[in-house]
C-alpha cells in the first residue's frame, strides 16, 4: 500500500513539474527582438532565408556561415550591416542548433527570399507585444501595470461593493 502511495504522489509531481517546464518554455515574447514577426509566443530560433543567417532568442546572438564555420556574434556580419530585419522574411525554427541542418532549411526556405509579408512585433498594437522593453509601448505599458496593481486590479473603484450602507439618505431624488 505505501508503494501504490508513492507511485501516485511521484506521477503528480512528475506531472506538476512537466507543466511548470511547459508554462515556461512555451512563452517568451519579452525576449524575442522587436523585428521578430508576430504570432509566436515562443521562439528558439529565426531563421533569415535572404542572408542565410539564424538568430538564437534566448543567447541574443547570430549564427552565420564564414569560409565553412559557423559563426556566433552579438552583430550581424558587416556585410549584411545595411540588413533590414523588419522588412526580411523570417522562419521560426525551435530546435536547438538549427544551422548544424542548414541545407535543409536553406532549401525548404529558398523560395521565401525578397518577401516582405510580416509584421515586426515592434509595429503590432497587440498589447500582448508591450512586455517586450524594446516595445514603443513598453513604458506605458509599464505605468499602466503599476497603476492597476496599486489599485488591486481595478477593485478599490466607487463604493467598494459596499453600497450606500444606508448613508445615502434619498438625497437629490425629491424625497424628504
Not at 548544424?100 to 515586426?120: I, P, V, W
Request: glycine share 8%.
Amino acid at each position: 500500500m505505501r508503494y501504490l502511495f508513492v507511485i501516485i504522489v511521484a506521477l503528480f509531481l512528475s506531472s506538476a513539474i512537466d507543466a511548470q517546464i511547459r508554462a515556461n518554455l512555451n512563452f517568451n515574447l519579452g525576449s524575442q527582438p522587436v523585428w521578430g514577426p508576430t504570432g509566436n509566443d515562443y521562439v528558439e530560433n529565426y531563421y533569415l532565408p535572404d542572408i542565410e543567417v539564424y538568430y538564437n532568442v534566448s543567447s541574443h546572438r547570430y549564427y552565420y556561415n564564414e569560409r565553412g564555420r559557423w559563426i556566433s556574434s552579438v552583430n550581424l556580419p558587416a556585410r549584411y550591416r545595411n540588413f533590414d530585419l523588419y522588412n526580411a522574411h523570417k522562419e521560426v525554427i525551435n530546435e536547438k542548433q538549427p544551422w548544424r541542418n542548414h541545407e535543409t532549411y536553406r532549401q525548404k526556405y529558398s523560395s521565401f527570399k525578397g518577401l516582405h509579408d510580416q509584421q515586426a512585433i515592434r509595429d503590432s498594437k497587440d498589447s500582448k507585444y508591450f512586455v517586450n522593453k524594446n516595445h514603443p509601448q513598453h513604458n506605458t505599458w509599464v505605468k499602466q501595470q503599476k497603476h492597476d496593481n496599486g489599485n488591486h486590479n481595478g477593485q478599490k473603484k466607487g463604493n467598494n461593493g459596499k453600497g450606500n450602507n444606508g448613508n445615502n439618505k434619498d438625497k437629490g431624488n425629491g424625497k424628504k
